[in-house]
């Protein structure tokens, strides 16, 4: 990605983030970008494009960090899922305003929205592949439904976090980790 590029996303992420789809203007971004306005339009033609970027990247980051948590060959099963559990709060701790965008911020447009929530469905299918696996494996009790296992981890980590930053509090720590994997033992054969 050109640094041009990247800084225009860094500062798209912050202003939706920070105001929301509706208040956040092309005019601003680029002045935050420090950036013309010509060369903003040279890369997304409308907010709505440039919205949409940013949330498709900050998702397949998700993914991609989830993914090579999952990938880990040099860890047990019981291992991975601690991990995959650890990942998603350090990405979640190193990328608040993302977290803040993909968890609470609607564009206020129903198709724009419902978009968003597809690319999200792609996070949720590696999930749902990966417990699947793991239930297969025997190690996920055979009577749970895996969907909504997916739904409640990511609900427990993801709501866990926002409480945290929005209560301005440390995201990743002990406690807060070894509280998740309380709730995960049993369930996730975390031991």
Request: proline share 1%; charged share 25%.
């Amino acid at each position: 990605m050109s640094k041009k590029k990247e800084l225009i996303y860094e500062s798209a992420l912050n202003a939706f983030a920070n105001h929301g789809y509706s208040y956040t203007t092309m005019d601003a971004i680029a002045e935050e970008a420090k950036v013309a306005k010509g060369t903003l339009y040279y890369h997304f033609k409308t907010k709505e494009e440039l919205f949409l970027y940013v949330n498709q990247k900050g998702v397949q980051m998700l993914i991609d960090s989830v993914a090579e948590a999952i990938k880990n060959p040099t860890l047990t099963p019981q291992q991975r899922i601690v991990h995959v559990l650890d990942e998603h709060l350090r990405f979640f701790s190193e990328n608040e305003k993302l977290c803040t965008l993909l968890l609470t911020i609607t564009s206020g447009d129903f198709e724009r929205d419902v978009i968003i929530r597809d690319l999200l469905a792609n996070y949720f299918t590696l999930m749902e592949s990966y417990l699947g696996q793991l239930q297969q494996n025997g190690l996920i009790d055979s009577a749970l439904e895996v969907q909504t296992l997916v739904s409640a981890f990511f609900g427990s980590i993801a709501f866990t976090v926002l409480r945290k930053m929005y209560r301005k509090e440390e995201i990743y720590t002990d406690d807060t980790r070894n509280t998740l994997l309380s709730m995960c033992k049993g369930v996730l054969g975390v031991h």
